[in-house]
DNA sequence: TGCTGTGAAACCGTTCACAGCT
DNA sequence: AGCTGTGAACGGTTTCACAGCA
């Protein structure tokens, strides 16, 4: 009983925009937990350091949630936005590949939330398997990562593992089932029908601030 | 003489095109390694996924590459390319939070490249202080980070701290006199004069993967 | 012929400005 | 009076289309 019922369209919503109604929502729940009741766009807007008239267009592509003349009623906007988005509930991960990043994330506050709980690993290393990560995630083989996703209602896999490996794995994800795959792996993967896929690529992300650095005043 | 003369703006590189032209330098890697001498910008947009025309406006940023009627030669531009972005040298980079996403990196291939070489660690812990990473890197107080940075020409501060101390060890690194941040913290951070940040935001990652999922199709 | 480099057009996201409501 | 929700203006990026060249 997910509250899927007259959902309103995610779709149209750019990757920005996604973005944005993310941390709007983390902003929520810090303002909730500091008693506040109602918040204006503008006020959102100082919180996030963005402009007013974004917010209320980013609010708009999902509903109407304001009361003109007062602003938004956080508790209400959360719960609203947090049920559109999905993030009211948790989601089942699971990480391929158990080196040092998988179970660093396997393990980390990052995954482990409110929205989303790792429940294993898994690894092509027999010496592994069988074990667990320091916080108690089980690391299996991942030849049974179908069979696994499957029972443990998997719907999102994180990709761990070296780039060579990463194709292999992705599409392994992918045809056990899972809807999204997160890809940590400095490779392009995919693209396949029904699952969508989000590269978090840790190489990219040095060299683009690398490159953005302004040239050393000499 | 890291051939600095006569470098083309690198303003004007919008967040995107920055992004594109580290994968574009990445596939003339790949291009190097498997002998391609020439290829033509329909030839590079088919390996990236992008249109030939970005490719092109993208290098016209930062000069002229290409022979008409012919197209761009792989080693040449690769050369070119990587002079202009600044990543033909290796940088230094330091990593405050000796945590296990911070080892992680610290040891990752992704970090330690042609490009990066991670030659520290920070922590605050003193039980950690003194250790090394699994691959030998020094584990160091956050107290000496001012001196380290120095010490180590480091240019460049990775923050894989928790997100009540982000905004503290953000500030220690600018002021350490790193040129950019590269902040894994689930925490807005700065800005600094003279510093660039860039956050990866690990739980926003999974966070807005989890949100453009198309919904189940029940 | 086939490609690059580039002005022009189309597209998309952001910001402005205001009508309408409380 | 102050705010939301939104049409219209703006600005930037992507794509198209072609002139110029090997």
Redesign the interface.
């Given at each position: 009983m997910t509250s899927?019922a007259s959902?309103p369209r995610?779709e149209g919503?750019s990757?920005a925009a996604?973005?944005r109604?993310?941390?709007l929502?983390?902003s929520l729940g810090v303002l909730e937990a500091e008693g506040v009741d109602t918040i204006s766009s503008p006020g959102l807007a100082q919180r996030l350091?963005v402009n007013a008239a974004q917010i209320r267009k980013d609010l708009a592509h999902l509903g109407e949630f304001g009361v003109r003349g007062v602003g938004y009623h956080v508790a209400d906007l959360r719960a609203r936005l947090g049920a559109i988005?999905?993030?009211d509930r948790v989601?089942v991960?699971v990480i391929v590949g158990a080196?040092?990043?998988g179970?660093?994330?396997a393990?980390?506050?990052?995954?482990n939330?409110e929205?989303?709980r790792v429940d294993a690993l898994f690894d092509v290393d027999g010496r592994k398997v069988g074990g667990r990560s320091?916080t108690g995630v089980p690391i299996r083989h991942t030849g049974t990562l179908r069979a696994s996703v499957e029972e443990l209602g998997a719907?999102?896999g994180v990709l761990a593992v070296?780039p060579e490996s990463a194709e292999a794995a992705a599409r392994a994800l992918a045809e056990a089932g899972v809807?999204?795959i997160?890809n940590f792996a400095?490779a392009?993967v995919g693209p396949f029908a029904?699952t969508?896929v989000?590269n978090?690529d840790?190489?990219?992300?040095?060299?683009?601030?690398?490159?953005?650095?302004?040239?050393?005043a000499?």
């Open positions: 899927a959902r995610r919503l990757e996604t973005h109604l993310s941390l929502l983390r350091g988005l999905g993030l989601r991960v080196g040092h990043l179970q660093a994330l393990d980390s506050k990052n995954f939330g929205s989303f320091r719907e999102i070296p809807r999204g997160l400095p392009t029904g969508t989000k978090v840790l190489t990219l992300s040095l060299e683009t601030l690398a490159i953005q650095l302004t040239p050393a000499t």
